[in-house]
């Protein structure tokens, strides 16, 4: 019986790394692939006194929804301006509509008054919340498939924060 123990074990602990190891390459591929999209920010309070230096993040596109007609989860389509910042077309449940110069980004409501995309938290190093408190963009990375991954903050120059 410990023989068989051992082996359940190594075997989940193999199959832990490869799940592991597959997830990472998949947002390596979608920081290398995926399309630069910014969002802007809405007012939030920057700072969280428990979390040290963090600001919580509210997008502009995650406001003034139909709560009648929305969908719990599903997809924000966002069509980008001359300068790729996005701006909100609708909500829907798949993927398809989606027209010409569209972008999918996943979201998930766990109510009828917020939306979360995935990227609502910024950490940075302690002593340089006043850098980024100036932020007016998020910055995401998106795929073909509506993943996301939040890249960085922008200023009003368009220009990332470093």
């Known amino acids: 019986m410990k023989k068989y123990k051992w082996l359940i074990i190594v075997l989940n602990l193999i199959i ?3 799940y592991f190891n ?16 910014l969002l802007s920010l ?10 040290g230096d963090y600001m919580t993040l509210r997008y502009s596109i995650s406001e003034d929804f139909n709560e009648k007609s929305f969908p719990k989860r599903g997809y924000c389509v966002v069509k980008l301006d001359k300068n790729g910042v996005a701006q909100k077309q609708r909500f829907q449940e798949n993927t398809t509509p989606l027209k ?14 917020n939306v979360n995309i995935g990227a609502e938290s910024f950490f940075f190093q302690e002593g340089q919340g006043e850098k980024y408190a100036k932020a007016k963009y998020g910055a995401v990375k998106v795929d073909e498939n509506g993943n996301s991954l939040l890249v960085g903050l922008y200023d009003e120059n368009l220009k990332n924060i470093k």
């Not at 597959?22 to 999209?37: P, Q």
Request: proline share 5%; no cysteine.
């Open 16 to 18: 832990l790394l490869v």
């Open 22 to 37: 597959f997830s990472v390459a998949r947002k390596e591929t979608l920081l290398k692939d995926g399309k630069l999209i």
């Open 42 to 51: 809405a007012p939030v309070d920057p700072r969280s006194l428990m979390q």
């Open 100 to 113: 010409q110069g569209e972008y999918l980004i996943n979201y998930t409501s766990s109510n009828n008054w």
